[in-house]
């Protein structure tokens, strides 16, 4: 029964793992796409702030999610440690990654698409 649970345990980190990191660095490249439209003068100072408020927070909570899975899963529960696990992990992380990479492209000019829309207020 131990080693169902290091299996299921293993799919569902090397799942998670990929999509906190990808929400991670898309919030990265939105403060970086925030900082390019306001350069190039596409969006408000107001605008500008809620931007680069949503993407810090974004890239701050993702980036923290994965950092305490990963401090649980490895540190405090002891898993990842046997072959295994890790060649289990490294499948739910490929199998993460081809469902996640298709949808990159729209998701990133997405990012510099925002200032595209109108200013409220």
Same mark, same amino acid.
């Given at each position: 029964?131990? #080693? %169902?649970?290091?299996? $299921?345990?293993?799919?569902?980190? #090397?799942?998670?793992?990929?999509? %906190?990191?990808?929400?991670?660095?898309?919030?990265?490249?939105?403060?970086?796409?925030?900082?390019?439209?306001?350069?190039?003068?596409?969006? #408000?100072?107001? +605008?500008?702030?809620?931007?680069?408020? !949503?993407?810090?927070? !974004?890239?701050?909570?993702?980036?923290?999610?994965?950092?305490?899975?990963?401090?649980?899963?490895?540190?405090?529960?002891? %898993?990842?440690?046997?072959? %295994?696990?890790?060649?289990?992990?490294? $499948?739910?992380?490929?199998?993460?990654?081809?469902?996640?990479? &298709?949808?990159? &492209? +729209? !998701?990133?000019?997405?990012?510099?698409?925002?200032?595209?829309? !109108?200013?409220?207020?």
């Amino acid at each position: 029964m131990d #080693g %169902f649970i290091q299996v $299921v345990a293993a799919l569902l980190m #090397g799942i998670a793992s990929v999509e %906190f990191f990808c929400a991670a660095w898309l919030g990265l490249l939105g403060i970086i796409a925030a900082v390019c439209m306001v350069l190039r003068k596409e969006v #408000g100072k107001s +605008r500008f702030l809620g931007l680069l408020n !949503r993407h810090v927070c !974004r890239l701050l909570l993702f980036s923290g999610l994965l950092f305490i899975c990963f401090k649980l899963y490895l540190d405090n529960i002891g %898993f990842g440690k046997t072959g %295994f696990e890790q060649m289990v992990y490294f $499948v739910a992380v490929i199998m993460g990654m081809g469902k996640m990479i &298709p949808t990159l &492209p +729209r !998701r990133i000019n997405a990012l510099f698409s925002e200032g595209e829309k !109108r200013e409220e207020g």
